[in-house]
């Protein structure tokens, strides 16, 4: 039996992190089990701060709200710490700190809220003695062997709301309107919400885009005296031929996302607006998908996925991810998650190690943006 669990939260901020929280808290409020929290991710397991989560004071009126009342880790890869010594940087694997600080504090199961990266530590975690459950979260929805991650949905709706929005800007002065969001490697956000928004145009990194397929359009949507479009490009999107845009290269050691994407709007209005003489802006969505309150859909999702990492742990299932498939929660080992990458210490995502899960071609949502006629730039 265990009597006292700790959740930690890591990476990029989600709209859904206190909902998923709050679930657990209760749960084991119900069955007698205590819950605490530690601060800012995997960097409170380090460095031993975790406070206590109740429904009556820390842990309460937290449902609707954004962000994490835990805070969250960013770029904390404890198997490969940046530290400094002597006015040296060097990176340490101060993960046997943290597996001394969680069996000292007797806590008999952590829960990782995060993304493959979180994952792919919480792995090598397990493989070092503690007993841990996932929960997927990202605004990317490219965690794999889930259908979706808590957080995603918030994204969506944020972006598609934008689309709506910039539909009459665009409308009104015959321009055309880039959209650009985020998604990293995966296209999931960018598909989505150009359908729920009637996008014209939706690029996404799974397909390479042929900037003539989209000026084709725009022209046949001057001929029938249309003389605006709607553009919707994932950060990751590019090309044929060309690369990935980025903004900003940095050196934070293994494991950690060190490339900073950005770009691939601006760089999608000038070519557009050479090759179509049409006015053409980007509007670049950035942190906006990230925060805020989480709509019905991720309150809802986020407290499944809380109750059920709660009931494995009483059921003693470890070491696994909690997901959604075909609608039905279930979880699956966290070995399956990591994939190819086995190697103890976390490889950064985009990899082929990384195993995140990307749009394929057979995706319902690719089928709907065809049969509708959105062109996905090949």
């Known amino acids: 039996m265990i009597k006292k669990v700790a959740i930690l939260a890591n990476g990029g901020d989600v709209s859904g992190f206190n909902a998923v929280i709050r679930a657990i808290v209760k749960t084991a409020e119900n069955n007698n089990i205590e819950c605490y929290g530690y601060v800012d991710g995997y960097n409170g397991l380090l460095k031993n701060d975790y406070i206590r989560l109740n429904t009556a004071d820390s842990?309460?009126?937290?449902?609707?709200?954004?962000?994490?009342?835990?805070?969250?880790?960013?770029?904390?890869?404890?198997?490969?710490?940046?530290?400094?010594?002597?006015?040296?940087?060097?990176?340490?694997?101060?993960?046997?700190?943290?597996?001394?600080?969680?069996?000292?504090?007797?806590?008999?199961?952590?829960?990782?809220?995060?993304?493959?990266?979180?994952?792919?530590?919480?792995?090598?975690?397990?493989?070092?003695?503690?007993?841990?459950?996932?929960?997927?979260?990202?605004?990317?929805?490219?965690?794999?062997?889930?259908?979706?991650?808590?957080?995603?949905?918030?994204?969506?709706?944020?972006?598609?709301?934008?689309?709506?929005?910039?539909?009459?800007?665009?409308?009104?002065?015959?321009?055309?309107?880039?959209?650009?969001?985020?998604?990293?490697?995966?296209?999931?956000?960018?598909l989505e919400s150009a359908i729920a928004g009637g996008a014209d145009i939706a690029l996404i990194p799974e397909i390479p885009y042929d900037i003539n397929k989209a000026v084709e359009v725009i022209k046949r949507r001057q001929e029938v005296n249309k003389e605006f479009s709607i553009v919707v490009v994932a950060e990751g999107a590019y090309p044929i031929g060309g690369e990935i845009v980025s903004k900003n290269v940095r050196d934070g050691g293994a494991g950690v996302i060190n490339v900073q994407l950005g770009g691939a709007g601006e760089r999608l209005a000038k070519e557009l607006e050479r090759l179509t003489g049409v006015v053409s802006r980007c509007t670049t969505l950035g942190y906006m998908q990230r925060g805020g309150t989480p709509t019905s859909f991720d309150r809802v999702l986020s407290t499944k996925y809380g109750a059920k990492a709660m009931e494995l742990a009483m059921e003693g299932k470890f070491n696994v991810l909690t997901i959604m498939k075909n609608g039905k929660l279930d979880c699956v080992p966290l070995e399956d998650v990591v994939g190819d990458n086995k190697k103890i210490g976390a490889v950064q995502g985009g990899t082929e190690e990384s195993n995140v899960r990307l749009v394929t071609m057979d995706d319902d949502l690719v089928k709907t943006a065809r049969d509708i006629g959105i062109c996905l730039g090949d």
């Not at 198997?79 to 969680?102: H, I, P, R």
């Not at 841990?132 to 259908?147: E, F, L, R, S, W």
């Not at 009104?172 to 969001?181: D, F, P, Q, Y």
Request: aromatic residues 6%.
């Open 59 to 190: 842990a309460s009126g937290i449902l609707h709200r954004g962000g994490s009342i835990i805070g969250s880790s960013l770029n904390a890869n404890v198997f490969n710490y940046k530290v400094e010594e002597n006015g040296q940087t060097v990176y340490k694997d101060l993960s046997d700190v943290c597996v001394k600080n969680a069996k000292e504090a007797g806590i008999d199961c952590i829960f990782t809220l995060g993304g493959d990266s979180t994952q792919k530590s919480a792995r090598d975690f397990s493989l070092k003695g503690l007993k841990v459950i996932g929960v997927p979260k990202t605004i990317d929805n490219d965690v794999a062997c889930t259908d979706i991650t808590f957080g995603y949905n918030t994204a969506v709706s944020v972006a598609t709301d934008a689309i709506d929005r910039l539909h009459t800007t665009a409308e009104t002065h015959n321009r055309i309107i880039v959209l650009e969001v985020m998604g990293r490697y995966a296209g999931w956000i960018a």
